[in-house]
C-alpha cells in the first residue's frame, strides 16, 4: 500500500480498544501491515473489521495475547517476523488504570496487578522486539506512559509507579539502543476519551459520570478531552522517518495538561 507506512510493519499492543484501535486504523491508511495485540479478542475482530472497511487491502494479523506472558510476547514478535520478516515499529500500549485509592488503601494485590500489565508487560515487549530490531539494524519504539508517568495524579499509586517506571525504561533504553538505528520514545497522554476514561469518571461519581468528566476538563487548558485520533497522530508521527532523530524523548499529548502542575 502507498503511504507513509508503505512496506513497513507495526506491532501495537491494546490494539483492541481506545488509543491502540485508532492508531492501528490511522497506521493502515498510512499503508502500514500489522500485528495487532489484545487479551480481548472481540475487541481485536471490531479493530480488524474497522480497518478492513476503510482500507480493504490492509494486511492485518490479530494475536490474542496477555502482554504480562512472556510466551505470548514472544508468540506476537514471531507472528511479525513470520509474515513481514521485520518489525519496523513497535507501540507498546497496552494497560490498564486500576482503582483509585489513597496509597494507605491501595492494596499490594492491585499495585502488583497493574504494575505487571503496565510496566512488566511494557518491559517484556521492549525485550523481545528489541532483539529483533538490534538484528535488523533499524526500528522504531512508542511506549504508552501518561501524564500520570511525569506528574503526581493523585489516588493511583500503581498506575504512577507503573507510568513513572515507563518513562525510564524509555530513557534507559534509548540511550542503549540509538547507537543500533533503532529509536524509542514515550508518549503522556492527558484524558484521552476512551474505556479506560469513562471507567475512571464511573469511579469518581458513579451516579454521575459525565458531571465529573465536565469537573475533569473545566481545570484543562482545552477544556475538552481528548480523541483517540489525536494520540494516534502523535504515535503516526513518531514510528516514522519523519522522527528518526527523536530519541528517549516523552511527549504529552494532554492539551497542556502537564504544563498546570
Ligand atoms: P482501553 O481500555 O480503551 O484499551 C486498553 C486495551 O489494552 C484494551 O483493549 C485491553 O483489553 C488491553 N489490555 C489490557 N491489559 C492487557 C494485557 N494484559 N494484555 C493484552 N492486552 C491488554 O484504554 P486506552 O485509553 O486506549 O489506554 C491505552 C494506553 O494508554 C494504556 O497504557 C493507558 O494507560 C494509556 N493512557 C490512556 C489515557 C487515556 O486518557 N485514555 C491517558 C494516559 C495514558
Same mark, same amino acid.
Given at each position: 500500500m502507498a503511504g507513509r507506512f508503505a512496506d513497513k510493519s507495526v506491532i501495537i499492543t491494546g490494539a483492541g480498544s481506545g488509543l491502540g484501535q485508532a492508531t492501528a486504523q490511522r497506521l493502515a491508511s498510512d499503508g502500514a501491515g500489522l500485528v495487532l495485540v489484545d487479551m480481548n *479478542?472481540? %475487541?481485536?475482530? *471490531? +479493530?480488524?473489521?474497522?480497518?478492513?472497511? +476503510? *482500507?480493504p487491502e490492509a494486511k492485518v494479523e490479530l494475536v490474542t495475547a496477555d502482554v504480562t506472558k512472556e510466551e505470548d510476547v514472544k508468540k506476537y514478535v514471531d507472528t511479525a517476523v513470520s509474515t513481514f520478516g521485520a518489525i519496523d515499529g513497535f507501540f507498546n500500549n497496552a494497560g490498564i488504570e486500576g482503582k483509585q485509592n489513597l496509597t494507605e488503601d491501595f492494596g499490594i494485590e492491585e499495585f502488583s496487578k497493574v504494575v505487571a500489565v503496565n510496566l512488566t508487560g511494557v518491559f517484556l515487549g521492549m525485550q523481545a @522486539?528489541?532483539?529483533?530490531?538490534?538484528?535488523? %539494524?533499524? %526500528?522504531?519504539? @512508542?511506549? +504508552? *506512559?501518561s501524564v500520570g508517568g511525569i506528574r503526581g495524579v493523585g489516588n493511583q499509586s500503581g498506575y504512577a509507579a507503573s507510568k513513572h517506571g515507563v518513562v525510564g525504561l524509555t530513557r534507559n533504553s534509548a540511550r542503549e539502543y540509538g547507537q543500533f538505528g533503532v529509536n524509542i520514545n514515550a508518549i503522556a497522554p492527558g484524558a484521552i476519551m476512551t474505556a479506560m476514561v469513562e471507567n475512571s469518571l464511573r469511579q469518581l461519581d458513579p451516579e454521575n459520570p459525565e458531571e465529573a468528566g465536565k469537573q475533569f476538563v473545566s481545570v484543562n487548558p482545552m477544556k475538552r478531552f481528548g480523541k483517540p485520533e489525536e494520540v494516534a497522530g502523535l504515535v503516526s508521527f513518531l514510528l516514522s522517518e519523519d522522527a528518526g532523530f527523536i530519541n528517549g524523548t516523552v511527549v504529552p499529548v494532554d492539551g497542556g495538561q502537564h504544563a498546570m502542575y
Open positions: *479478542a472481540e %475487541g481485536l475482530d *471490531a +479493530t480488524k473489521k474497522l480497518i478492513l472497511d +476503510t *482500507a @522486539v528489541l532483539k529483533q530490531m538490534h538484528e535488523q %539494524g533499524h %526500528g522504531s519504539i @512508542v511506549n +504508552t *506512559a
